[in-house]
């Protein structure tokens, strides 16, 4: 229960200071045998900070539970 509460806590930490994320995918356009032409294209990730704060309080709540017993 320790490991999980912390694991819990220190993600929901992270994901209220940082917001988003940028995942930048490679995408193949043109293949002409040696001439190979690509293209990164950026997908990006949003989350409120709303859950990180909710992720934050479950993981101190099994914290707290996992030290009482």
């Known amino acids: 229960m320790k490991i999980i509460g912390t694991i819990l806590l220190v993600a929901g ?5 940082f917001t988003g994320v940028d995942l930048v995918t490679k995408k193949e356009v ?32 099994v914290l707290v539970a996992g030290k009482r017993k």
């Open 30 to 61: 043109v293949d002409l045998g040696v001439v190979e032409i690509n293209k990164k294209e950026s997908n990006p990730i949003y989350w409120s900070p709303i859950t990180g704060g909710v992720l934050a309080v479950v993981g101190a709540i």
């Open 13 to 17: 930490i992270l994901m209220t200071i």
